[in-house]
């Protein structure tokens, strides 16, 4: 009766460990979790030292068509680099 119910338990661990892929999977999850909310604090703390400080100086109107009309210009520049080529 007892080895039986020691193959019982046996078999219930196994079944309620997971498995090293599992592990492994949420592992890369909350390392991609931290490395998204690091990059969030860094791009929040960029906008409060940079746009914020703009708006609180020159409006809010101005300071978003000029950084949309920088944002349209290195997409310009970009896509003209693209269609030149590597010749010039």
Not at 64 to 86: C, D, E, H, P, Q
């Amino acid at each position: 009766m007892n080895k039986t119910l020691l193959f019982l338990l046996e078999q219930s661990k196994d079944i309620e460990e997971k498995k090293w892929y599992i592990k492994f999977l949420e592992k890369i999850g909350k390392e991609t979790k931290d490395l998204i909310n690091d990059f969030l604090s860094f791009f929040r703390l960029i906008k409060e030292n940079t746009y914020d400080v703009l708006v609180e100086k020159f409006g809010y109107v101005g300071v978003t068509l000029a950084l949309s009309a920088l944002v349209v210009i290195i997409f310009m520049v970009i896509v003209t680099r693209i269609i030149r080529g590597k010749d010039e």
